[in-house]
């Protein structure tokens, strides 16, 4: 079974920095993606960011690019998200998921291929 533990969420200020981490254990495939997602109240999930397990390619939503950073250590089955220059729109829950295959630039646009999700951490951005 495939478990994901997010991590680092908090309270931060305009232009503050927080890093995520996602722990995951368990996935039995050749090559994944993890992902991460984020939903604000009211909002649709929206993808954020992910990296190719295998080779490590990662992609952006267009909202974070520049500003966000993700990075994976693979000794460690962890995957990390640096939010910098953060805004108040960037306020939500953010999960991390991991889908079977190598990441694309499409699977942001289509959380239903992510078969396995964190419970999520709460980032709120104050202004």
């Known amino acids: 079974e495939v478990q994901l533990v997010e991590s680092g969420g908090g309270l931060v200020q305009t232009g503050g920095s927080l890093r995520l981490s996602c722990a995951y254990s368990g996935s039995t495939f050749d090559d994944y993606t993890i992902g991460w997602f984020r939903q604000a109240p009211g909002k649709e999930r929206e993808g954020v960011s992910c990296?190719?397990?295998?080779?490590?390619?990662?992609y952006y939503g267009d909202s974070v690019k520049g500003r966000f950073t993700i990075s994976s250590d693979n000794a460690k089955n962890t995957v990390y998200l640096q939010m910098n220059s953060l805004k108040p729109e960037d306020t939500g829950v953010y999960y991390c998921a991991l889908a079977g295959g190598g990441a694309n630039a499409y699977v942001l646009h289509l959380p239903a291929v992510f078969s396995s999700w964190g419970q999520g951490t709460q980032v709120t951005v104050s202004s």
């Open positions: 990296i190719g397990g295998r080779d490590g390619t990662t």
